[in-house]
């Protein structure tokens, strides 16, 4: 089936395309698109459309079966050659998952996607205890094959006592962009008994949206409860998850 796209699209490079077209139109296709692998693409297809449809390149119209053969093999050839490295050298898309748990504790502040909710218990923790901020960590390292957390911050740290997740994550979103990638979405699932945070689920999305610098649209943050099984249907731990999708920038 690869085969046969490669096939077709050369064909399509042989005989749709005039060179004078695409120089009027690649400068517009090429800063409108995003997609490096668009790009590549057109370029090829830009080359190879000059060399076998313009006259000015070489005059191929009216050419032997011979030479227009030549031009058709080197255009598939390139265009495999692009494909198959930008396959192999620049993923696109990567995709992480992350997962956090922490005690509750009488007496502590309950921070949950770095917002401050009110409640009798906290989380038993180095940082703040913010555990769905953890998981989203832990799913964008993860994403790239960084690590975790614990390997960035470790909780033996005393310059990590007590920090703001917050900040932790705004340092994560800086690794991977040196990477060359950015946060397309993110969804976080709160697994707690109590209390019920239906009431700040907006403020939790705006804050991570903030601090990922990331589009509203781009966060979810949905909560559940344990139907009273297990630790935390005693209310003795909140538990999260985080999935991610990562962009090449």
């Given at each position: 089936?690869?085969?046969?796209?490669?096939?077709?699209?050369?064909?399509?490079v042989?005989?749709?395309f005039?060179?004078?077209i695409?120089?009027?139109?690649?400068?517009?296709?090429?800063?409108?698109?995003r997609?490096?692998?668009?790009?590549?693409?057109?370029?090829?297809?830009?080359?190879?459309?000059?060399?076998?449809e313009?006259?000015?390149?070489?005059?191929?119209?009216?050419?032997?079966?011979?030479?227009?053969?030549?031009?058709?093999?080197?255009?598939?050839?390139?265009?495999?050659i692009?494909?198959?490295?930008?396959?192999?050298?620049?993923?696109?898309?990567?995709?992480?998952?992350?997962?956090?748990?922490?005690?509750?504790a009488?007496?502590?502040?309950?921070?949950?996607?770095?917002?401050k909710?009110?409640?009798?218990?906290g989380?038993?923790?180095?940082?703040d205890?913010?555990?769905?901020?953890?998981?989203?960590?832990?799913?964008?390292?993860?994403?790239?094959?960084?690590?975790?957390?614990?390997?960035?911050?470790?909780?033996?740290?005393?310059?990590?006592?007590?920090?703001d997740?917050?900040i932790?994550?705004?340092?994560?979103?800086?690794?991977?962009?040196?990477?060359?990638?950015?946060i397309?979405?993110?969804?976080?699932?709160?697994?707690?008994e109590?209390?019920?945070?239906?009431?700040?689920?907006?403020?939790?999305?705006e804050?991570?949206?903030?601090?990922?610098?990331?589009?509203?649209?781009?966060?979810?943050?949905?909560?559940t409860?344990?139907?009273?099984i297990?630790?935390?249907?005693?209310?003795?731990?909140?538990?999260?998850?985080?999935?991610?999708?990562l962009?090449?920038?």
């Open positions: 089936m690869f085969s046969v796209f490669v096939d077709c699209f050369a064909k399509v042989s005989y749709v005039a060179g004078y695409l120089v009027l139109f690649a400068p517009l296709l090429l800063s409108c698109s997609n490096s692998l668009f790009k590549c693409l057109f370029a090829s297809v830009v080359v190879a459309g000059l060399i076998v313009n006259p000015v390149f070489g005059g191929f119209k009216k050419a032997e079966v011979k030479t227009h053969l030549l031009v058709f093999i080197y255009a598939k050839i390139t265009i495999n692009v494909i198959l490295f930008l396959i192999k050298e620049h993923n696109m898309y990567r995709i992480g998952n992350g997962y956090d748990v922490h005690a509750l009488e007496g502590l502040s309950l921070w949950i996607c770095g917002v909710v009110a409640h009798t218990k989380c038993v923790a180095h940082s205890g913010d555990a769905p901020l953890h998981a989203l960590c832990d799913a964008m390292l993860g994403a790239l094959a960084l690590g975790d957390i614990g390997k960035h911050f470790p909780d033996t740290s005393a310059e990590f006592k007590g920090i997740s917050k932790l994550l705004r340092r994560v979103n800086q690794i991977i962009g040196k990477e060359g990638y950015k397309v979405n993110a969804d976080i699932t709160v697994v707690l109590r209390p019920k945070i239906a009431p700040y689920i907006e403020q939790m999305r804050t991570i949206a903030s601090t990922l610098e990331c589009p509203l649209s781009a966060v979810s943050v949905k909560a409860t344990s139907e009273r297990g630790f935390v249907g005693r209310e003795e731990g909140i538990v999260s998850y985080a999935t991610v999708l962009e090449r920038t």
